[in-house]
């Protein structure tokens, strides 16, 4: 079979073609750090990336879904401890006013149990992002004073988040379970009594007081202990979720990421058939009176 001088010509250019694109393709994967710039790299890489990119974007919003929870559950904790303090020094207080004690010091220790009972309306009714940490899904208050008497006016709403591919966790103890609704002897109205009992001088009432203050300190600690497990459970789902990441990380950097070292090396192999190619290509091109005779 006769090789015409156009047809050498054509099969070194397509291969001198060919030599450019593969030198530049990995000149390309080595400027950028990836395998794959384009699905046609690696249709099946490409897809198995797409699948981990999505897994790994559930998994941070996860995070900091759990991130979030922790704030909430962070700052309930610190509004119940402020509650313990205040009903221990409420509890110190009304034991002073069971002794002997004048009319004009036990009105002064009446006078602080109402603020001590203030600041603790105010912590039960402290908000996180415009929403109430103790009334549930409701936007009023948690605890109000309806007719004279104190009342729980949130809901039983559960605020959950999403920490994980199956767990879902509550991050809020409603009001009527930590401030002792819910077993009808609720911290305010045992302050209430207290407070008239010191101004009435009724001893009785003050010692009666002092039982309904241990009983609605037990109240709050367990619903401390409510915050402290949901805070648990949070710190264990986040633990799992930032192993997942860092799992998942290493998967896509072992998928799309060049190995420097290799990528230069390939890159000089083919600069090097490249140049030979190109070389052969001129060598190949050059034409005299001889190929126009043929």
């Known amino acids: 079979m006769r090789v015409t001088h ?145 009342t729980y006016t949130g809901d039983s ?17 409603t009001g009527d379970v930590a401030f002792g609704f819910s077993s009808g002897n609720d911290i305010f109205t045992v302050l209430d009594d207290l407070e008239a009992a010191l101004y009435a001088d009724d001893t009785a009432g003050i010692e009666s007081g002092i039982g309904g203050l241990d009983t609605s300190l037990q109240t709050v600690l367990g619903g401390l202990g409510i915050v402290g497990a949901k805070t648990n459970q949070l710190e264990s789902a986040s633990l799992r979720t930032a192993n997942e990441i860092q799992t998942i990380t290493e998967q896509l950097a072992t998928l799309e990421d060049v190995d420097i070292a290799e990528a230069v090396m390939e890159l000089e192999l083919q600069q090097t058939a490249y140049e030979a190619a190109l070389a052969a290509f001129s060598r190949s091109a050059q034409t005299s009176l001889v190929d126009f005779l043929r």
Do not use: C
């Open 157 to 173: 709403g559960q605020i959950n988040r999403r920490v994980g591919e199956n767990e879902v966790v509550t991050i809020n103890v």
């Open 6 to 150: 156009l047809g050498a010509h054509h099969a070194a250019l397509n291969r001198l073609t060919t030599r450019l694109s593969e030198y530049s393709a990995t000149q390309e994967r080595l400027s950028t750090g990836r395998q794959m710039t384009r699905p046609s790299d690696d249709p099946i890489g490409m897809n198995r990336a797409l699948q981990l990119r999505a897994t790994l974007s559930a998994r941070e919003q996860e995070g900091r879904n759990a991130a979030d929870g922790q704030m909430w559950l962070d700052l309930a904790d610190t509004k119940l401890q402020d509650v313990v303090t205040q009903i221990q020094r409420a509890r110190e207080l009304a034991v002073r006013g069971a002794t002997y004690v004048g009319p004009e010091e036990r009105e002064a220790i009446a006078l602080e149990i109402g603020h001590l009972r203030d600041s603790i309306v105010a912590q039960a009714n402290a908000q996180h992002q415009g929403r109430g940490l103790f009334s549930g899904f409701s936007s009023s208050d948690a605890v109000e004073k309806v007719g004279g008497v104190w």
